[in-house]
C-alpha cells in the first residue's frame, strides 16, 4: 500500500510529490543565450532604425564649409521629431538638407561597403547617403537677405553681428558670381550659408538653379543641434543671439499651422532656453 489516502472526492490523494504538483515539476529549461542573440539583435536593429527614422539621426562632416563651427570629420546629432509636429527651420539653425538641385555634383563621393550602407541605414553609423549638406539657416520666409561689399549680412534691413564667420572671412563675399545680392525669400524656402563664408558654395551661388538658390523647407532632414564625436569636440549648437534681435521678424514670416502649433510649443520653449548655451 502507498501513501496516498482517499480525499473528499472519492480519488486518491497524493502527499504533494506527484507528477502534476508545483514541487513535483522539473524546471523548464532556460533558452540559450546563443538562441536569444539574434532576437536581441533584431529588436536592436529595429529600434536603431525608428529612432533614425523618426527621432535622431547622426550625420558626418565631410567638408570645411561650416568651419569653425564644425570641423572635417566631426559628427552631429540632428533632429528629427520636431517637423513632424510642423515645426519650420528657424533663423540662426544649422539645418541638413538634401541636396535641392545638384549642389554636390562636382564633388567627390564615396563608395561605402555593403557592411557601412547597412549599418548607416539602420542608423548605427553616421549617413552614407553623400546627398545631404548641411549649412545656417540665415532667411526664412518672407525675410529679405542682403550682402553689399564685405558686410555685414542684413536681414529685413537689421545688420547681423556673426562671431561665428570663419576666422580671416568677410561676413560678405565680394565677387560677381553670387557674393553680392539682395534676395526676398519665398514661401516654403529658406536662405543658407556656410559658416566659411569664402570656403562655401551655398545659396549665394546656386541662383540659376530651379530653386534660384533657395532650400525648400521639404529638403530640410531637421536641425543639429549638438557635436556629438569626437569626445574633445562635444559642444551644443544653439541658435545665436543676433537672429533674435528686435525688429528682425516679419509679418511674411510663416509659422506651423495650427495641429503643428500644439505639438510644437514645448519644443519651441526648450529651444529659446537652448540659445542661451554655448556659442
Known amino acids: 500500500m502507498g501513501n496516498s489516502t482517499v480525499g473528499a472526492g472519492g480519488g486518491p490523494q497524493t502527499d504533494g510529490e506527484g507528477p502534476n504538483s508545483p514541487r513535483g515539476r522539473r524546471p523548464g529549461k532556460q533558452r540559450s543565450f546563443w538562441k536569444e542573440l539574434p532576437i536581441l539583435i533584431v529588436v536592436a536593429l529595429v529600434l ?74 539602420v542608423g548605427l553609423m553616421p549617413s552614407a547617403n553623400e ?17 553689399r ?27 560677381q558670381q553670387g557674393g553680392q545680392f539682395k534676395v526676398t525669400v519665398p514661401p516654403g524656402k529658406i536662405w543658407v550659408m556656410g559658416d566659411h563664408r569664402q570656403d562655401s558654395a551655398d545659396s549665394r551661388y546656386h541662383s540659376r538653379d530651379k530653386n534660384q538658390g533657395f ?40 509659422a506651423p499651422d495650427a495641429l503643428g502649433l500644439a505639438g510644437v510649443v514645448p519644443v519651441a520653449l526648450w529651444r529659446r532656453g537652448a540659445r542661451k548655451g554655448v556659442a
Open 149 to 175: 561689399g564685405t558686410g555685414p549680412v542684413r536681414v529685413n534691413g537689421k545688420a547681423l553681428t556673426e562671431p561665428f564667420v570663419f576666422p580671416g572671412n568677410t561676413s560678405c563675399s565680394v565677387d
Open 48 to 121: 536603431a532604425l525608428l529612432i533614425k527614422t523618426f527621432l535622431v539621426q547622426a550625420f558626418s562632416i565631410p567638408s570645411a564649409s561650416m568651419q569653425n563651427t564644425l570641423q572635417p570629420g566631426d559628427r552631429v546629432l540632428v533632429d528629427k521629431l520636431t517637423p513632424w509636429f510642423g515645426s519650420k527651420p528657424e533663423r540662426g539653425e544649422v539645418v541638413v538638407f538634401h541636396d535641392p538641385d545638384n549642389w554636390l555634383q562636382d564633388e567627390p563621393t564615396s563608395n561605402p561597403n555593403v557592411i557601412q550602407r547597412a549599418l548607416s541605414f
Open 131 to 147: 546627398h545631404d549638406l548641411i549649412k545656417r539657416v540665415i532667411g526664412v520666409a518672407g525675410d529679405t537677405v542682403e550682402c
Open 215 to 254: 532650400v525648400p523647407v521639404d529638403k530640410a532632414v531637421g536641425r543639429a543641434f549638438v557635436i556629438a564625436w569626437p569626445v574633445t569636440r562635444w559642444a551644443t549648437l544653439p541658435i545665436p543671439d543676433t537672429f533674435d534681435q528686435p525688429g528682425i521678424n516679419t509679418a511674411a514670416a510663416f
